[in-house]
């Protein structure tokens, strides 16, 4: 009988566990891990089991909160039965990490009416922002002075975009006017591209992996059409329409589509040869007001990474865009997500089906921004009920939320290795949030009024925000 109480003991110190990547996929079969075994021990294993020439981290979840302890604590923690099997998703982690912003390292003012937008450039050097004075101003880094303030704007500038390989910067304004910059001199690439009759919602370019040099964006607009432009022909060459009602929202995907999110409460899915309508993504009971893709922070910033390299040509560039799209992307459809006027977000695979993957309810108000983390495993939702909330950017499974603010939040930002959220409020404050304690890391107050617009800079070292008291901030480590 004693050794049947030893084989028992034996057991009873180890944990049934399942490995699985954060799609779902199983990494070998379940096996038993001792009870001390942590973080560490299974960093090693997955390594071990994935052949990673190179040692990558990882960070393991269990049921969306992050394992920081051995099984054994674990299991007494949560009170988890030693006879079930646990599944322990396995996350990559950036191999950089970047220190949380904690102090306002310069106050620009220079703008006479509200911040609207603020975006740095692909390579995080430059910085631009739009305002309700009609200038779109650019920033330099170095000296954090104002480098070019570009006139010939009539009208608020409510939205500007950088082109993938950092060559372009283009801005709509409020009468639905846009305007190509060069970003090296500040000066107008030619006259205003005029089409739009009404106000200029968002602007999307087509990424670098599928076209380079950067020649082509989208525009949607409050007039209920969105445009495809080609800045080297200078004009629209194909006009997207079919919504009922104003586009809010508008992103060129990673597969060569564009999607349309609009006040008709319908998603549209456009190919962009010909701008013919591929699909209507519907489920919203009112207004989408905001769109984020999965592969969005790649395209966003093409060939560009921490590494801070420099490239000699466009089709160099197309070739590094492409392989960091196809490594962020794996084996997995893009993902799209919406929020929406019915306080509630959709998570799609548009092209899997038009039917969503899964509804995200829980905000108390409506849902003003939505965005993925740069590796795709989180969405960020920011509403008007004073909250940011976190979702499993895979499943669209709720894990926490955020709450600090006392007023609406209008604009959230991820650090470029996922692991902090930065959000901007009509409080005046903007937070920083920690992803692995779900806890807030910063409180950095400083403006003087509402704040409208936050980046943080691809590179990480530095956040900028701009919002009605006319000033441009920028924040440091």
């Known amino acids: 009988m004693e050794l049947e109480g030893e084989v028992q003991g034996e057991f009873s110190n180890n944990v049934m566990c399942l490995l699985t990547d954060p799609e779902g996929s199983p990494l070998g079969a379940p096996m038993f891990l001792p009870q001390n075994a942590g973080p560490k021990e299974l960093q090693q294993m997955v390594n071990k089991l994935l052949k990673n020439e190179e040692r990558l981290p990882y960070a393991f979840y269990v049921s969306d909160k992050e394992l920081v302890v051995q099984l054994g604590s674990y ?103 846009l305007q190509c910059w060069d970003p090296q001199t500040g000066k107008a690439s030619g006259n205003p591209l005029i089409g739009h009759k009404k106000w200029i919602t968002g602007i999307s370019w087509e990424p670098v992996h599928l076209n380079s040099p950067s020649r082509r964006f989208v525009t949607s607009s409050k007039d209920g059409d969105a445009r495809i432009w080609d800045i080297t022909l200078r004009k629209c060459v194909i006009c997207l329409s079919g919504h009922t009602l104003a586009v809010t929202c508008v992103k060129w995907g990673g597969d060569g589509v564009i999607y349309t999110g609009s006040q008709d409460c319908v998603i549209k899915v456009w190919e962009t040869s010909q701008g013919k309508l591929i699909r209507e993504l519907k489920g919203h009971g009112h207004w989408v007001n905001s769109l984020a893709l999965s592969t969005e922070y790649v395209l966003r910033t093409g060939a560009f990474d921490h590494t801070r390299k420099e490239y000699s040509s466009p089709e160099e560039m197309k070739e590094v865009a492409l392989q960091r799209y196809n490594k962020m992307k794996g084996n997995a459809p893009e993902r799209l997500v919406s929020g929406s006027d019915d306080f509630t977000m959709f998570l799609w695979e548009p092209a899997v089906s038009k039917h969503p993957k899964t509804r995200m309810t829980g905000h108390q108000q409506l849902v003003n921004h939505v965005y993925f983390s740069p590796d795709g495993q989180w969405i960020a939702s920011a509403s008007f009920d004073k909250s940011v909330k976190l979702w499993n950017g895979i499943t669209g499974k709720f894990v926490a939320a955020f709450r600090g603010h006392v007023g609406p939040v209008y604009q959230i930002s991820w650090s470029a290795d996922s692991r902090l959220l930065l959000s901007g409020s009509k409080d005046s404050t903007l937070k920083v949030w920690d992803i692995r304690t779900q806890k ?38």
């Open 75 to 177: 299991l007494q923690q949560h009170k988890v039965s030693v006879e079930k099997v646990l599944t322990i998703v396995y996350q990559p982690q950036a191999v950089f990490r970047i220190r949380p912003v904690n102090r306002c390292s310069s106050t620009i003012a220079g703008h006479t009416e509200a911040v609207l937008s603020v975006a740095f450039s692909p390579d995080g050097k430059q910085l631009a922002s739009g305002s309700g004075d009609t200038t779109v101003r650019l920033w330099d880094l170095n000296t954090q002075t104002p480098l070019f303030t570009c006139t010939g704007h009539k009208n608020w500038v409510l939205c500007i975009a950088w082109s993938p390989d950092g060559k372009h910067l283009v801005s709509g304004s409020k009468s639905g006017e």
């Open 440 to 477: 807030l890391k910063e409180d950095l107050p400083g403006h003087a009024d509402e704040v409208f617009a936050v980046d943080w800079s691809p590179d990480g070292e530095k956040v900028a925000s701009g919002g009605r008291d006319r000033v441009l901030k920028l924040w440091m480590s």
